[in-house]
């Protein structure tokens, strides 16, 4: 906006809010009454609200009162924000596996988020999240996660095979700090342990049949985002850096453990209903000799198509790109085909990151997808893809979830 002289702001109010407390908003509002109406600040007021879980559309109003003076109204559309979660697949037994649970993102009508989860693979796993994105002020942020996995895990060395059982209690408190609208940098510390048990196969020279051990975890991210929002379609860009360090015995004696993960993502809007997205995905990590190295491949991860935990290394590159086009669209309902290309490089533990790039190291899988997108519930994507191996062993798999992939 531009104007000819200097616009007091005599007063700001918010419409629209059902569920959300008022008082919470305001907290990530830096427009300030009595000073000059500054339309940039005001921009940035409506990306931070739309970021919000509990937004899902918003906008702002001027209103001049007199001459020099005027009144700014923000306008919020709400989102649902207690989301079931649902996953059903098999396992390596060719059991039946599945997973539920239950987020509220904007728990009290403070934007808190408390989620909770059961999954059932074989052996029994759960997990709580609590967290206050606007801790004192609406730069700070603070989480506590704690969680219990346990996993059976094919484990090969050379052409012998074994089964190991893997479980991994972990508890961890996370602190962040917003800097301005781009850039959030976190910190976070906790303990984990960790028992891995043979269950049947062959003998292993580098896994003892059976090994236990109690962890520190520390762990450091930024996350820089400059993305323009309009209810699901999304346009610019955003990378996320992760550095975990883990302090601990492990099978190979070797006490500290480390690793980066970063990703690049970027969205292009085409048109009225088209949308491009792209993510690289590249991860390092200190090369001990494990046989549960921290990197995989995965259907709902990186690789659509390649199957669940089908293999691991100790470095990982991946590039996903999907083109999505909008072939229905209701007041509150959208419906999205996509066709995407996943490519992956995972180097094998001993090996250096450059033999990600090996041909035999490498998978690649293209295919297309439906998404199923509620407008006024966040993270309502019903997501289901199918994914065809190209240039490598035929294989090809049925990919549903929850949330768009990236």
């Given at each position: 906006?531009?104007?000819g002289?200097?616009l007091?702001?005599?007063?700001?109010g918010?419409?629209?809010?059902k569920?959300?407390?008022?008082?919470?908003?305001?907290k990530l509002?830096q427009?300030?009454?009595g000073?000059?109406?500054?339309?940039?600040?005001?921009?940035?007021?409506?990306?931070?609200i739309?970021?919000?879980?509990?937004?899902?559309h918003a906008?702002y109003?001027v209103?001049?009162?007199?001459?020099n003076?005027c009144?700014?109204?923000?306008t919020?559309?709400?989102?649902k924000?207690l989301?079931?979660?649902?996953?059903l697949?098999?396992t390596l037994?060719?059991?039946f596996?599945f997973h539920?649970?239950v987020?509220e993102y904007?728990a009290?009508?403070r934007?808190?988020?408390t989620s909770?989860?059961?999954?059932?693979?074989?052996f029994?796993?759960?997990?709580?999240?609590l967290?206050?994105p606007?801790f004192?002020?609406?730069s700070?942020?603070?989480k506590?996660?704690g969680q219990?996995?346990k996993t059976l895990e094919p484990?090969r060395?050379g052409?012998?095979?074994?089964y190991y059982e893997?479980e991994?209690?972990?508890?961890e408190?996370v602190?962040?700090?917003?800097?301005?609208?781009?850039?959030?940098?976190?910190?976070g510390?906790g303990?984990?342990?960790?028992?891995?048990?043979?269950n049947?196969?062959?003998m292993?020279?580098?896994?003892?049949?059976?090994f236990?051990?109690?962890k520190?975890?520390?762990?450091l991210f930024?996350?820089?985002?400059?993305?323009?929002y309009?209810?699901?379609?999304r346009n610019?860009?955003k990378?996320?850096?992760?550095?975990n360090?883990?302090?601990?015995?492990?099978?190979?004696?070797?006490?500290d453990?480390f690793?980066f993960d970063?990703?690049?993502?970027?969205y292009?809007?085409?048109g009225?209903?088209?949308n491009w997205?792209?993510?690289?995905n590249?991860g390092?990590?200190k090369?001990?000799i494990?046989?549960?190295p921290?990197f995989f491949?995965d259907?709902n991860k990186?690789?659509r198509?390649v199957?669940n935990l089908t293999?691991?290394?100790?470095?990982?590159?991946?590039?996903?790109?999907?083109?999505?086009?909008?072939?229905?669209e209701?007041?509150?309902?959208?419906?999205?085909?996509?066709a995407f290309f996943?490519?992956?490089?995972?180097?094998?533990?001993?090996d250096?990151?450059?033999?990600s790039?090996?041909?035999s190291?490498?998978?690649a899988f293209s295919g297309?997808?439906i998404r199923f997108i509620?407008?006024?519930?966040?993270k309502?994507v019903?997501?289901?893809?199918?994914?065809?191996n190209i240039g490598?062993?035929?294989?090809k798999?049925?990919?549903?979830?929850?949330g768009?992939?990236?």
């Amino acid at each position: 906006m531009l104007f000819g002289q200097t616009l007091v702001l005599d007063s700001l109010g918010i419409e629209g809010l059902k569920k959300t407390k008022e008082i919470y908003l305001r907290k990530l509002i830096q427009t300030e009454v009595g000073k000059p109406l500054d339309s940039l600040k005001m921009a940035e007021d409506i990306t931070r609200i739309i970021r919000e879980p509990a937004v899902s559309h918003a906008y702002y109003t001027v209103v001049f009162t007199t001459e020099n003076h005027c009144r700014v109204l923000y306008t919020i559309e709400e989102n649902k924000t207690l989301i079931p979660s649902v996953d059903l697949w098999s396992t390596l037994d060719k059991q039946f596996a599945f997973h539920l649970g239950v987020s509220e993102y904007n728990a009290f009508g403070r934007g808190y988020t408390t989620s909770g989860f059961y999954r059932r693979n074989i052996f029994s796993a759960y997990g709580i999240i609590l967290e206050n994105p606007n801790f004192i002020t609406s730069s700070f942020e603070l989480k506590f996660v704690g969680q219990r996995h346990k996993t059976l895990e094919p484990i090969r060395e050379g052409s012998l095979e074994s089964y190991y059982e893997f479980e991994r209690k972990s508890a961890e408190v996370v602190f962040a700090y917003e800097w301005n609208i781009k850039n959030k940098t976190g910190l976070g510390f906790g303990g984990l342990g960790e028992i891995y048990q043979r269950n049947r196969g062959d003998m292993l020279s580098n896994a003892p049949e059976y090994f236990k051990t109690q962890k520190l975890l520390l762990s450091l991210f930024h996350n820089y985002e400059k993305i323009d929002y309009y209810y699901y379609f999304r346009n610019g860009i955003k990378n996320i850096f992760a550095f975990n360090f883990v302090s601990g015995n492990n099978f190979s004696n070797q006490k500290d453990f480390f690793s980066f993960d970063n990703s690049l993502l970027y969205y292009h809007r085409l048109g009225k209903k088209g949308n491009w997205a792209g993510r690289l995905n590249v991860g390092v990590s200190k090369n001990i000799i494990t046989p549960f190295p921290v990197f995989f491949w995965d259907n709902n991860k990186n690789l659509r198509g390649v199957g669940n935990l089908t293999r691991r290394g100790n470095s990982l590159w991946t590039l996903n790109n999907e083109y999505r086009y909008t072939l229905l669209e209701l007041r509150w309902l959208a419906v999205q085909g996509n066709a995407f290309f996943d490519v992956g490089g995972l180097s094998p533990v001993g090996d250096s990151f450059f033999k990600s790039f090996n041909r035999s190291n490498i998978a690649a899988f293209s295919g297309i997808g439906i998404r199923f997108i509620h407008k006024y519930i966040f993270k309502a994507v019903l997501r289901i893809d199918y994914g065809i191996n190209i240039g490598g062993t035929p294989s090809k798999g049925l990919v549903f979830g929850v949330g768009q992939f990236f």
